[in-house]
């Protein structure tokens, strides 16, 4: 006797179970988020995250970000003040600024990871071993599935 196997779920089904995945990593994200605002803004970690891999302009940050100039003009403002970011004049073009984290900033984004790494790997911990497994291997597939 050979052992059968289910059916594939129908489009109506993967639809639902999409929903419900794309809801269920909206609210860890916003949770890991949140764990560290008393340092700095969401938006605001947003934009030392993007400076850590490169030096750029406040434009090239606005529309990597999504926002509107001004707005990114603020945030970099802010962090500027708080010793974050540094600006240096665009030797290719004098009507620009480049923005690179300082020494602080790259400390700042280090112990943010750290903690919401701590907060996810306790959450993870805290599950049964079965399901520390299923999540070891979704993840996998989940990072594939966020490549493609």
């Known amino acids: 006797m050979t052992a059968s196997r289910p059916s594939p779920p129908t489009p109506a089904q993967v639809a639902r179970f999409a929903t419900d995945l794309r809801v269920a990593c909206q609210r860890i994200s916003r949770r890991v ?3 560290s605002t008393h340092e700095v803004a969401p938006h605001q970690f947003s934009v030392l995250i993007r400076l850590e891999d490169a030096p750029r302009t406040p434009g ?7 926002v509107a100039k001004p707005s990114m ?3 970099v403002a802010a962090l500027v003040e708080r010793g974050l970011v540094s600006r240096q004049d665009d030797p290719s073009d004098g009507r620009q600024v480049i923005l690179s984290l300082t020494v602080e900033g790259r400390a700042l984004v280090r112990q943010i990871r750290r903690r919401r790494d701590a907060w ?4 993870i911990a805290a599950l ?13 597939i989940l990072m594939r599935v966020a490549s493609e």
């Open 60 to 66: 090239e940050l606005a529309e990597i970000e999504r």
């Open 128 to 140: 049964p071993a079965d399901e520390q497994e299923v999540l070891a291997r979704a993840t996998a």
């Open 33 to 35: 988020r949140f764990e």
């Open 73 to 75: 003009t603020r945030t």
């Open 120 to 123: 996810m790997s306790s959450r």
